[in-house]
C-alpha cells in the first residue's frame, strides 16, 4: 500500500476583515433590544416631529392640518393671532408662579418625610400620592365647588395659581424624596466631623447634592402647570391660558403659530436636558 508523502493542505484562514454573513433573523435576535428602544422613540418623537414640521408651514385656510408650501411667517410673525400671546404670557405668569410655591413647599415636605419620623407619617406619604392618583375631573370639580362656597376669591387668576400649587405639590414631593433618600449620611457627618455647624453642613453638602432634585421637580411642575386644561377649566372663570386658547381656536382652526410655541417649548427642553448632561459629564470628569 503506498503511502503518499505529500503534506496536507490545511484550508487558508479568510481574509483580515472578511466577516461571514450572518442570517437576518440572527441579526435580529441580537439587536432586538436596540431595535425596540428606537421604535419606541419613534412612536414618542413622531407627533412632535409633525408639530415641528408644521410651524413652518403656511395653511390654505383656517385649518393647518395639510401641507401646502415652507415658510417662516409664524415664526417671525408670532403674535399675529389675536388672543395667542396673551394666553401664553399669562401661562408662564401661572407656571412660574405655581412652580416656585409647589417646589419650596414640596422641598420642605419631601425633607420631613424623608430624614424624620414623626406620627402620621405612614398616612401623610399616601395622602400625597392622593392628588396624582385622582382624575383630573374629580380635582377640578371638587376644587370648583370649594371655591364657590368659599365667595371670598372669584374665579380667575387666583384660583387657577391655587389649583396649580396644590396638585404640583405632590409631584414636587415623590421627586425630591427619591433624592433626599438617597443621600449618604456619612457625607454630612464628615463635615460635622471637621467642625461644620448644621447650617453650613446643609448648604455646603446637603443642599448641593438634592439641588438635581429639586430641579428635576421644579422643571416637572412647571411642564404640568404650563400644559394643564381639564382643572384649569374648571375653575378658570373667563381668564384664558394657552391650553384652553389652543382648545378654543381648534373648533375653528388652529393657527400655525401654535405649532410654534410647541415647537418652541421642545427645543427648550431638549436644550435643557443637553446642558444637565454635559454639566454632569463635566463634573465627572
Not at 255 to 264: C, T
Request: proline share 6%; net charge positive; with cysteine.
Amino acid at each position: 500500500m503506498a503511502i503518499s508523502t505529500e503534506p496536507t493542505r490545511q484550508a487558508a484562514p479568510p481574509p483580515v476583515g472578511s466577516r461571514k454573513p450572518r442570517d437576518p433573523i440572527s441579526w435580529i435576535r441580537a439587536h432586538i433590544v436596540q431595535l425596540a428602544a428606537a421604535g419606541a422613540l419613534i412612536y414618542m418623537f413622531l407627533p412632535v416631529m409633525v408639530v415641528v414640521v408644521f410651524s413652518f408651514n403656511d395653511p390654505v385656510g383656517k385649518f393647518n392640518y395639510q401641507w401646502n408650501e415652507f415658510s417662516t411667517e409664524a415664526w417671525t410673525d408670532f403674535c399675529g393671532v389675536a388672543g395667542m400671546c396673551e394666553s401664553l404670557s399669562l401661562s408662564f405668569k401661572i407656571g412660574l408662579l405655581a412652580t416656585a410655591a409647589a417646589t419650596a413647599l414640596g422641598t420642605l415636605v419631601a425633607f420631613a418625610l424623608g430624614r424624620y419620623r414623626f406620627r402620621g407619617r405612614a398616612g401623610t406619604n399616601l395622602l400625597i400620592f392622593m392628588p396624582m392618583a385622582t382624575p383630573e375631573v374629580v380635582l377640578g370639580s371638587s376644587l370648583l365647588t370649594l371655591f364657590i362656597n368659599v365667595t371670598v376669591v372669584p374665579l380667575g387668576f387666583w384660583t387657577i395659581l391655587i389649583a396649580h400649587i396644590m396638585f404640583l405639590i405632590s409631584f414636587v414631593v415623590v421627586t425630591v424624596k427619591a433624592r433626599v433618600a438617597g443621600l449618604d449620611p456619612r457625607l454630612e457627618q464628615a463635615a460635622m466631623d471637621l467642625y461644620a455647624n448644621e447650617s453650613t453642613t446643609f448648604w455646603k453638602i446637603t443642599f448641593p447634592l438634592v439641588l438635581p432634585g429639586i430641579v428635576a421637580g421644579a422643571l416637572l411642575a412647571f411642564s404640568l402647570s404650563f400644559d394643564d386644561f381639564i382643572i384649569t377649566n374648571f375653575n378658570s372663570g373667563s381668564t384664558v391660558t394657552f391650553p384652553m386658547y389652543v382648545w378654543g381656536a381648534a373648533q375653528r382652526g388652529v393657527p400655525p403659530q401654535v405649532n410654534v410655541v410647541g415647537s418652541a417649548m421642545f427645543f427648550i427642553a431638549l436644550l435643557l436636558v443637553a446642558l444637565g448632561q454635559l454639566v454632569r459629564s463635566r463634573r465627572a470628569r
